[in-house]
């Protein structure tokens, strides 16, 4: 199933068009691998939020114009949506951003809630203090968002509701493993989800924050896979839409 109802082919948006772009602008300065890390930062954010749509096919030098960095950082920021299946690389035409499936969401969900399932047990029992405070701004700002509909606010601070878990479980291959699972199930509910009422994915983060705040293993995996469990229900429905 293919969800894009754009163009194979779409032209990029020129510079200074993206709130992106000054973001890369500021950091030119940077090494190359941290240039790398942001590049691949703001690309990801297009692509979830698909000012990238699936289908679009852009070259490195359209891209590179539009969010102000070098073809060399940019190349290894690609490499890595590559590996992690968001973005194609054609021949002599350019890179092609990938379609959306919801079958194929369903297999993507069904790995994730394991590895979420350990991530949220083992924050809630590794988070520091810290830690802990930033998830409940973190979850407090999410609604705030999800009430007034502000869905570009509202998945970028889920990815940094995902970093902040990933970080406070203290298990690398768990995070790394999950990570572009998590980018994947962002532009799929950003896709779905516009039109629709935002606050129950919102609520089900609440409640993932409250129990690994209170240090509480069983029910921060439980919170995990009822979050799954929505995200399930989503992919299912639009399966019906075939």
């Known amino acids: 199933m293919r969800w894009s109802s754009t163009p194979r082919s779409r032209p990029v948006t020129p510079a200074g068009k993206e709130r992106t772009m000054s973001t890369v602008s500021e950091a030119l300065t940077s090494t190359p691998a941290s240039l790398a890390q942001k590049a691949y930062d703001v690309i990801e954010e297009m692509i979830v939020t698909l000012k990238l749509p699936p289908g679009t096919v852009f070259s490195e030098q359209q891209l590179s114009a539009r969010i102000g960095i070098g073809r060399t950082p940019l190349r290894e920021a690609l490499q890595r949506l590559v590996d992690q299946q968001l973005l ?13 499936h919801a079958g194929q969401m369903l297999a993507l969900l069904e790995t994730r809630r394991v590895l979420d399932r350990l991530i949220a047990g083992k924050a809630a029992l590794r988070a520091t203090p810290a830690q802990r405070e930033a998830l409940r701004r973190l979850a407090d700002r999410m609604q705030q968002s999800a009430s007034s509909v502000d869905l570009e606010t509202y998945m970028r601070l889920d990815h ?5 878990l990933e970080e406070a479980c203290r298990n690398p291959f768990a995070s790394r493993a999950a990570a572009p699972l998590h980018t994947h199930c962002r532009r799929f509910w950003y896709f779905y989800s ?14 993932l924050m409250a129990a690994v705040t209170e240090g509480n293993g069983n029910a921060a995996e439980q919170a995990s896979d009822q979050l799954i469990d929505y995200l399930e229900a989503l992919a299912r429905q639009a399966l019906d839409y075939r």
Request: aromatic share 4%.
């Open 88 to 100: 194609v690389m054609l021949p002599r035409r350019g890179v092609l951003v990938s379609e959306i």
């Open 194 to 207: 516009h039109g629709r009422d935002v606050q129950p994915a919102a609520e089900h983060h609440l409640a």
């Open 160 to 164: 940094q509701f995902d970093r902040l």
